[in-house]
């Protein structure tokens, strides 16, 4: 965590000075003794911590090559109704089902911007796969964030608690990410603010996905682009959070409606997954494998 932040920002602490942070800088180096650099087979050993959560969907699993990984931000984009919110809650009941390769399951903490987060939700779900009500709803920790300030500040309760209680949290799920910067920054005279803003947050969720190994899942709205018209793009509907959020997250996945319950996923961008499609379907019982 010391190696992850910056000197400026260690000295802003109250009671630190130059003399005390460079202290510290030094102890957490000696510490770590690791050289900066692995060769690829030392961290291929270490990329065999990251553990994948299911779905829900089989399709959407192999899509996303065995679920959404910890170590790493996950974002799913999409219009209202294409079913991210429902993808959330339900990850956070399976999240704690034990799943592949030995994964254990774990606690799940869910921040909330625009209050879409329903308990009720949960108890359909953990009746699906039946799994005690009262056990399912205690393992989540929720949070509601009014302001894109209040968003980041709940991050530092999110690592004190991941630290407090280590492998026990398995998923950090924000639902939605953008919806408080949308609001608190307003336009394009606020832009680079706002996008600063974002990039420390997203570095922040960064940090505390791969420090803590867990999984980081968060969605994001979808902004109709007015100059498109013009440029004849195929589809004038973008996620928002420009470049910023576009390198942060490590796996991009777009939703868009299917027929009736059913919804379509594809592979927007990611370091190893090929731009496939998935159909998942939405039921009580949360995210399903599609009827057809």
């Known amino acids: 965590g010391v190696q992850m932040t910056t000197r400026k920002k260690l000295c802003t602490i109250k009671g630190i000075s130059e003399a005390k942070m460079e202290k510290i800088k030094e102890a957490a180096l000696k510490i770590i003794g690791e050289s900066a650099f692995l060769t690829a087979l030392q961290y291929s050993e270490k990329r065999k911590q990251v553990f994948k959560v299911s ?14 990984e910890s170590m790493a931000i996950t974002e799913v984009f999409g219009e209202f109704r294409t079913g991210k919110t429902q993808l959330s809650h339900t990850l956070c009941v399976t999240t704690q089902m034990p799943g592949a390769k030995g994964y254990s399951g774990g606690k799940v903490v869910f921040i909330d911007t625009e209050n879409t987060f ?13 799994v005690d009500h009262s056990a399912v709803l205690d ?50 005279g ?10 420390q947050l997203l570095s922040r969720l960064q940090k505390i996905a791969e420090e ?17 018209t013009m440029t004849f ?5 973008k996620p928002i959070g420009g470049h910023i959020l576009a390198h942060a997250s490590t796996v991009r996945v777009m939703l868009r409606k299917g027929r009736a319950e059913n919804r379509i996923a594809k592979i927007y961008d990611s370091p190893d997954l090929p731009e496939n499609e998935a159909t998942f379907a939405i039921s009580n019982g949360g995210v399903i494998d599609s009827k057809e």
């Not at 606020?190 to 990039?199: F, G, S, V, Y």
């Not at 793009?233 to 509907?237: L, S, Y």
């Open 55 to 68: 779905t829900g969907s089989q399709e959407l699993d192999k899509l996303l090559g065995g679920g959404i």
């Open 118 to 130: 329903r308990p009720d939700r949960l108890r359909d779900i953990a009746d699906r796969f039946n």
């Open 139 to 188: 393992n989540v920790l929720y949070a509601r964030a009014y302001t894109s300030e209040h968003q980041y500040e709940l991050l530092d309760f999110v690592a004190a608690k991941f630290y407090e209680e280590p492998g026990v949290f398995k998923m950090l799920i924000v639902d939605s990410i953008m919806a408080l910067f949308r609001v608190d920054f307003s336009g394009r």
């Open 190 to 199: 606020e832009l680079a603010d706002r996008q600063q803003k974002l990039a």
């Open 212 to 228: 803590y190994n867990v999984a980081c899942f968060v969605t994001n709205q979808m902004t109709a682009d007015p100059g498109a």
């Open 233 to 237: 793009q195929a589809d004038p509907k």
